[in-house]
């Protein structure tokens, strides 16, 4: 056989070796995951998202907005049936059919026994 002959064969060896190892390896799931970590119940699925997360707040002497559920809103905007009645640095107040409640960063969601802010006439 050829040199050039000898070369090709090697050159297709690698070739189809390179091909085959992708098929070979285990699948690598999230690389982001710290080692020992297992995933998640029920096939790795992304778990439901809580119905209010506040995101975070902008304080302005010109505006007040809020990120909720990664949707930006002022007061007097509506959101999932509710209507933002406050905006303040950590915290928004809303109006839905439970009544009034608050949302805080890092996820906590309180319910108001009575109004506290006045509807407007």
């Known amino acids: 056989m050829s040199r050039a002959a000898n070369g090709l064969h090697g050159y297709l060896g690698v070739a189809l070796l390179a091909l085959a190892l992708p098929l070979a390896a285990p699948a690598a799931g999230d690389p982001t995951r710290p080692p020992g970590l ?3 119940a029920g096939g790795g699925a992304p778990a439901a998202r809580p119905r209010w997360q506040l995101n975070a707040t902008l ?3 010109e ?4 990120m909720i559920n990664g949707r930006t809103v ?3 905007d509506r959101i999932n049936g ?3 009645l406050a905006i303040q640095p950590a915290m928004v107040r809303l109006r839905g059919k439970r009544g009034e409640f608050n949302i805080y960063l890092h996820g906590r969601v309180r319910f108001n ?3 506290t802010v006045k509807q407007p006439s």
Do not use: D, H, L, T
Not at 63 to 66: E, I, L, P, W
């Open 38 to 40: 297992r995933a998640p």
């Open 59 to 61: 304080i302005s002497p």
């Open 63 to 66: 505006r007040r907005s809020a």
């Open 74 to 76: 002022v007061v007097g």
């Open 82 to 84: 509710a209507r933002v």
């Open 113 to 115: 026994k009575k109004p």
